[in-house]
């Protein structure tokens, strides 16, 4: 995986994010509106993805879009991100948009290393994740949850449950006494994908997890 990172690379706080190339072409913009938001120094280290739908997804699923099926990479993707996360005097954050914030909600459930996790947009929709998570151990200190208010008003019947989906999920996490937001963006899911991300990863730094 390619790595991309901005901010100072002595920084104590950094954050982990997986990209496409749609996310590097904003990557610059989120960055400074993190840094504005919260006035702390760090470094956000993107990992850029080649196979979207395979290196981000924790099991093998149907395609719900489009022909191309999702596939069983996210272990191998978190290996190689947790490798490149071994000093263990920095703080780490974890966060992502659309299938990489579903791919950062599933981290949590299998590491301790991140302290939180930002979960911009999740793809909440993909089958069985709401299964695997009440099932699952969250293993960090605080849940940002976030979706845009056109997301679930989709003709897509599987995609149109991310509403409920999150609804429910979020409700869990709380009776779960987790640290846990869940905020509404306007739009639909293609609206201001840097802005919602760096939302989420600012309210995570507020937390003083």
Same mark, same amino acid.
């Given at each position: 995986?390619?790595?991309?990172?901005?901010?100072?690379?002595? #920084?104590?706080?950094?954050?982990?994010?997986?990209?496409?190339?749609?996310?590097?072409?904003?990557?610059?913009?989120?960055?400074?509106?993190?840094?504005?938001?919260?006035?702390?120094?760090?470094?956000?280290? #993107?990992?850029?993805?080649?196979?979207?739908?395979?290196?981000?997804?924790?099991?093998?699923?149907?395609?719900?879009?489009?022909?191309?099926?999702?596939?069983?990479?996210?272990?191998?993707?978190?290996?190689?991100?947790?490798?490149?996360?071994?000093?263990?005097?920095?703080?780490?954050?974890?966060?992502?948009?659309?299938?990489? #914030?579903?791919?950062?909600?599933?981290?949590?459930?299998?590491?301790?290393?991140?302290?939180?996790?930002?979960?911009?947009?999740?793809?909440?929709?993909?089958?069985?994740?709401?299964?695997?998570?009440?099932?699952?151990?969250?293993?960090?200190?605080?849940?940002?949850?976030?979706?845009?208010?056109?997301?679930?008003?989709?003709?897509?019947?599987?995609?149109?449950?991310?509403?409920?989906?999150?609804?429910?999920?979020?409700?869990?996490?709380?009776?779960?006494?987790?640290?846990?937001?869940?905020?509404?963006?306007?739009?639909?899911?293609?609206?201001?994908?840097?802005?919602?991300?760096?939302?989420?990863?600012?309210?995570?730094?507020?937390?003083?997890?």
């Amino acid at each position: 995986m390619e790595i991309f990172e901005l901010g100072e690379s002595s #920084a104590q706080t950094v954050l982990i994010q997986p990209v496409d190339q749609h996310d590097l072409e904003v990557i610059e913009s989120e960055f400074e509106q993190i840094r504005r938001s919260t006035g702390k120094d760090l470094l956000l280290r #993107a990992y850029k993805v080649k196979d979207w739908n395979k290196e981000l997804s924790p099991w093998k699923a149907p395609a719900v879009f489009g022909k191309e099926d999702f596939g069983e990479g996210a272990s191998y993707t978190l290996s190689e991100i947790v490798k490149s996360c071994e000093d263990e005097t920095k703080t780490y954050y974890i966060g992502g948009y659309s299938l990489a #914030a579903l791919f950062s909600l599933w981290a949590v459930y299998q590491t301790d290393l991140f302290k939180g996790v930002a979960a911009a947009s999740p793809s909440m929709w993909f089958p069985g994740f709401d299964e695997y998570m009440k099932e699952g151990d969250l293993r960090c200190g605080g849940v940002y949850l976030s979706l845009g208010d056109k997301e679930e008003k989709v003709r897509n019947p599987v995609m149109a449950t991310v509403g409920d989906r999150i609804r429910k999920a979020h409700a869990m996490l709380l009776e779960q006494s987790v640290n846990c937001v869940l905020e509404w963006n306007q739009g639909n899911h293609f609206k201001e994908p840097d802005v919602r991300t760096a939302k989420g990863f600012a309210w995570l730094l507020d937390q003083s997890l």
